[in-house]
């Protein structure tokens, strides 16, 4: 079982870079694959980012391609998410997720898929 922890979510201006984390306080995060989603005010929760177990799979949403880069530490048990040229339609609790599902079967971009979750960091984008 994992535990997680996002930080380093901040107000920033559009334009601007910013990296939020996630460590896992619990045994074993290398076999863990983990993404990233978000949830601004009144709506629905939406996949960002994803990372396999081994950090070599990487899969994103089209609204953050090429801009936000999804990346892992297994020595560290952290997964970061490098948020380059933000949007205010960025702004959103973005929330890490973790889970440990035979990955060739796992649909990285549904929530469903993990089983463990942050509780959120608060990333605000003015323009």
């Known amino acids: 079982q994992v535990q997680l922890v996002e930080s380093g979510g901040r107000l920033a201006q559009a334009g601007d870079s910013l990296i939020v984390s996630c460590a896992s306080s619990?045994?074993?995060?290398?076999?863990?694959?983990v993404g990233w989603f978000r949830q601004a005010p009144g709506k629905e929760r939406e996949f960002v980012a994803a990372?396999?177990?081994?950090?070599?799979?990487?899969y994103y949403s089209d609204s953050v391609m090429g801009r936000f880069t999804c990346s892992r530490d297994n020595a560290k048990n952290t997964v970061y998410l490098q948020m380059n040229s933000l949007k205010p339609e960025d702004t959103a609790v973005y929330y890490c997720?973790?889970?440990?599902?035979?990955?060739?079967?796992?649909?990285?971009?549904?929530?469903?898929?993990?089983?463990?979750w942050g509780q959120g960091t608060q990333v605000t984008v003015s323009s």
């Open positions: 619990g045994r074993n995060f290398n076999m863990y694959f």
């Open positions: 997720a973790a889970g440990n599902r035979p990955e060739h079967s796992v649909n990285y971009y549904s929530p469903v898929s993990y089983g463990y």
């Open positions: 990372v396999s177990s081994s950090g070599g799979s990487k």
